[in-house]
């Protein structure tokens, strides 16, 4: 039986994950994020009514599920504030179910700045980000000076803490990017106190909690933010996120030890979509593509950018699986291709004349790849709605168990809707 899983994306984000964690959420004590800041965006659509989520993990909708923001996140109190609103005003007990870890970086006004300053200054190599400050978050961490959740409760520390980074920024901006934009200490520091009084009450060892649900034996989600291919490591570098968005992120992010995980789960878009710039060999620029960004409602959750939109990828999925040790594929919009005449799938990349069968590193090499495609017979019955493996057309099983063979990886759950329940359920992740 398994009792802790990750669930994440394995493309570019976007895959869905938000429903799926939500969906597993009826069976779990916790539901956990690790990495990441608001700069995620999961939606949930449970009987008509849409819940957008950018860093309260997705299990907060369900009454007796612990939810936790793990010190791998990065959080704008402002931001989080904002989101606690939109779900006490609904009536979702936040400070009930919401824990915090004291060592969460906070993102705070002055990096947003630095971000979008940063991305407009880059022009036609700008990275895509969604200028919320995440980068140059992580940079404080990083060099060791950020301010922390823990330091709210510590007013004396926070002023000092609080008062290097802003001169260090302020100067930044002044006298490198010849912003005259200042931000003020007295006015930034009384307002993380005015956040302190909510926030600290919230406060917990997250790991430690952890633990102990792991202990007598409870089932802990580990949800995932962006995608794999947005890793600051694995991804498509420099065009992706300012985390690591794998599994192994769970450890360090979370405080929870990988041996302690049974398994992974990686979210799968029936075909691609990415967001900003970068490379993407199974781009595509026709009608089919504007089917896929018209009827898969293809916007971003957090910007409203329309995403980019591709066939299948199976050279980047095949480094996924690897990489988060992917023991089964959640299969996602799948009824998004009902009505097209055929399909096809990237199983190789041709480069410098030689077919690889796995993407490169470096941004240089990735661009100049060509996909190598395997065409499949499309569909013309509906597998909306669809909650029967047995039922989906024959042409719709041949694509799914082909996906299975050449991966080596099995498809458990099929979703065939945005709805909570609108998924095919081949074998139970728990």
């Known amino acids: 039986m398994n009792h802790n899983i990750v669930i994440l994306g394995s493309q570019w984000g976007d895959e869905g994950k938000g429903k799926i964690v939500d969906f597993l959420t009826d069976k779990a004590d916790a539901v956990v994020r690790f990495q990441g800041g608001h700069n995620a965006g999961h939606t949930l659509v449970i009987n008509g009514e849409v819940t957008k989520l950018r860093l309260i993990p997705s299990g907060i909708l369900h009454d007796g599920v612990k939810s936790f923001i793990g010190n791998g996140v990065v959080v704008s109190l402002d931001a989080l504030h904002t989101e606690m609103e939109e779900l006490l005003v609904r009536g979702v007990p936040v400070f009930e179910r919401l824990r915090i870890s004291e060592a969460c970086p906070l993102v705070l006004p002055i990096h947003v700045?630095?971000?979008?300053?940063?991305?407009?200054?880059?022009?036609?190599?700008?990275?895509?980000?969604?200028?919320?400050?995440?980068?140059?978050?992580?940079?404080?961490?990083?060099?060791?000076?950020?301010?922390?959740?823990?330091?709210?409760?510590?007013?004396?520390?926070?002023?000092?803490?609080?008062?290097?980074?802003?001169?260090?920024?302020?100067?930044?901006?002044k006298n490198y990017y010849k912003i005259e934009t200042y931000f003020d200490l007295d006015e930034t520091y009384a307002a993380l106190l005015n956040y302190a009084k909510t926030i600290l009450p919230m406060v917990t060892d997250v790991s430690a909690d952890l633990n102990a649900i792991r202990l007598r034996h409870g089932k802990i989600i580990f949800e995932g933010a962006q995608g794999t291919l947005l890793d600051i490591d694995h991804g498509t570098y420099p065009f992706v996120t300012s985390s690591n968005t794998i599994s192994g992120t769970v450890a360090s992010g979370a405080g929870f030890g990988p041996c302690y995980i049974d398994a992974v789960v990686g979210i799968t878009k029936a075909y691609t979509t990415r967001v900003g710039s970068g490379a993407y060999p199974t781009e595509l620029f026709d009608e089919i593509?504007?089917?896929?960004?018209?009827?898969?409602?293809?916007?971003?959750?957090?910007?409203?950018?329309?995403?980019?939109?591709?066939?299948?990828?199976?050279v980047a999925l095949r480094r996924a699986i690897e990489i988060n040790s992917i023991t089964s594929i959640c299969l996602t919009k799948l009824d998004v291709l009902d009505g097209l005449k055929e399909i096809k799938v990237c199983v190789a990349y041709e480069l410098d004349g030689k077919e690889v069968f796995y993407p490169p590193y470096g941004n240089a090499d990735y661009i100049r790849c060509k996909p190598v495609y395997k065409t499949f017979n499309g569909w013309s019955e509906a597998t909306f709605n669809q909650t029967d493996y047995n039922r989906l057309p024959q042409a719709a099983r041949d694509y799914v168990r082909f996906i299975e063979k050449t991966l080596n990886v099995p498809i458990d759950i099929i979703s065939t809707g945005p709805e909570r329940n609108q998924n095919v359920i081949v074998k139970g992740i728990f």
């Open 289 to 314: 593509g504007e089917h896929l960004g018209t009827k898969g409602c293809e916007f971003g959750t957090v910007t409203g950018r329309k995403r980019r939109t591709g066939w299948l990828d199976l």
């Open 113 to 173: 700045a630095l971000d979008e300053i940063r991305e407009n200054a880059l022009g036609d190599q700008k990275i895509g980000t969604t200028k919320r400050g995440i980068g140059p978050a992580y940079e404080d961490k990083i060099a060791r000076r950020a301010v922390r959740i823990g330091d709210l409760a510590h007013p004396q520390k926070l002023k000092a803490k609080l008062k290097a980074l802003l001169d260090l920024h302020n100067f930044t901006l």
